[in-house]
């Protein structure tokens, strides 16, 4: 496994036992901010940007997979001075991210908590349902005019970082071409929970939404998870937890008990 040794940054607040958080494709650290501001009373919560989101490093020169993002992550948490297992707390893109630090680093994380992982059964599956998202997403990712409309949608306004949302497009024109072309099929496309959960012995809890993909919900509750594994749904949709950060707290202090 190659090192992957840049430096990601870190948003760290509060005090106690660490609960790590890593947001999904196009987002940043500021995805978790209204959740982390009721975690960080008891925790001490550190939200990091991936490798070529938000304000991290955005290198040309790699693929974006799993394994360059799991190493800046793990180099990150190292130069941070994080010596205790900790929670690792993943959405989207960031679930399987997680899924892997775990599987890497079993000693490293004491309860893993996956928020709407993607769900697919293959890669071709996913490409398929990704592709088959509405006109909009297929003109953003998948056409041949989509340089171009990247372009004209960076000279839009953005939100101050200060009162923007969550879920916000300020972030999603932060991750440039490499990172967003190669984080979608390099890491996303290339998931698998239903295997990597049965690598770990990890106490992990996936949360989905109903609301969220058909693919995902049909393909979660066809599965056989192993023990460790918690599954529970909600009524909500993709960004649920962004949106209901109360929810999304009690969810998280329930798994660590």
Known sequence: MTN?????????????????????????????????????????????DLLGHGKSPKPHNIPYDHNDQVQALHYTLEQLGVKQPFALVG?????????????????????????????????????????????????????????????????????????RHPVSLTDVLRVNRHARTGSLRNLVMQGNVFKEVHEITTPTLIVMGQKDRVTYLKNALNAQFPPHVTLKINQHGHNGMAYHPKLAESYIREHLG
Do not use: C
Not at 131 to 136: C, E, F, I, L, N
Not at 148 to 160: D, E, F, G
């Open 4 to 48: 992957v040794n840049y430096k990601l940054h870190t948003e760290v607040s509060g005090a106690g036992t660490p609960i790590v958080m890593v947001h999904g494709y196009l987002a940043s650290s500021h995805y978790y901010s209204d959740i982390a501001k009721r975690l960080e009373k008891t925790h001490q919560v550190i939200r990091v």
């Open 91 to 163: 959405h989207s893109m960031g679930a399987l991210i997680a899924l892997r630090y775990a599987n890497i680093y079993p000693e490293r994380v004491s309860r893993l908590v996956l928020f709407n992982p993607p769900m697919f059964s293959s890669p071709e599956e996913a490409e398929r349902d990704i592709a088959a998202t509405g006109p909009g997403y297929r003109l953003l990712m998948f056409s041949k005019a989509q340089r171009t409309v990247w372009r004209a949608l960076k000279t839009l306004p953005r939100n101050p970082s200060k009162t």
